[in-house]
């Protein structure tokens, strides 16, 4: 199947840094990609979609200033934390849509503190 | 009531168990359902996917869906310990030009020898 990268799979932060997670389609191109948020033995919740040179789409209640996506080209797209807190600590995962599925990359895993 | 209702768990088998997952939605215009296997802090990996009522089998997983319930299963034959993991069901309906998954809350199997 096709395959997505996601970096780093581990970060920790001081509070009020921010930090860039990068997502990379490896053997496809990807208009949009999905940026999900983990909670400890939670499902994954729809942060926002990022569409390949145009304005991320925000689900409700995420903030926009905090979440900053960026999807710059067909095989990379970018999350950065902004001004990060503890409460930001979570698992970030991207993911790349299909017609039918949607393929996942490793996550990353962060922590502020 | 959630789009998506699965069963958390956890559920717990010895090995060589048949195990039965399972997931009901109330959106009639979900077009594709699919199971993901996630591990411990690592992000889901696809293990099937269907677009139709009825059985699609695959190896010792067989994928179970019936629309006119709004119900879908996935069955694991001669459970194994590496099947150990959270099982996440996800279902997805056309909008904005993609694919959009909506997950259940994901069911922690442990397979103990």
């Known amino acids: 199947g096709a395959v997505v990268s996601q970096h780093p799979s581990r970060v920790i932060c001081k509070s009020g840094t921010s930090v860039k997670i990068e997502c990379r389609s490896l053997?496809?191109?990807?208009?949009?990609m999905f940026w999900y948020r983990q909670f400890p033995k939670k499902s994954l919740m729809l942060m926002a979609t990022?569409?390949?040179?145009?304005?991320?789409?925000?689900e409700q209640g995420v903030e926009k200033d905090k979440f900053l996506i960026n999807h710059a080209s067909l095989t990379l797209s970018t999350l950065t934390v902004t001004s990060a807190h503890p409460e930001d600590s979570s698992f970030y995962i991207c993911s790349a849509p299909t017609k039918a599925e949607a393929f996942f990359g490793q996550g990353t895993r962060l922590t502020v503190v | 009531q959630k789009e998506v209702e699965q069963d958390p768990g956890p559920l717990s088998v010895p090995e060589g168990a048949i195990v039965s997952l399972n997931c009901t939605y109330s959106?009639?215009?979900?077009?594709?359902f699919m199971w993901y296997r996630q591990y411990s802090r690592k992000g889901p990996e696809l293990l099937m996917y269907t677009y139709s009522s009825g059985n699609k089998e695959d190896g010792r997983f067989t994928a179970q869906v019936d629309k006119s319930s709004k119900y879908i299963s996935l069955f694991i034959r001669d459970s194994q310990p590496s099947d150990s993991a959270t099982y996440l069901c996800a279902m997805s309906f056309f909008s904005g030009g993609y694919n959009k998954l909506i997950f259940g809350a994901g069911t922690r199997l442990a397979v103990h020898p």
């Open positions: 959106n009639s215009a979900f077009q594709y």
């Open positions: 990022s569409n390949e040179g145009s304005k991320a789409t925000y």
């Open positions: 053997d496809f191109q990807a208009t949009t």
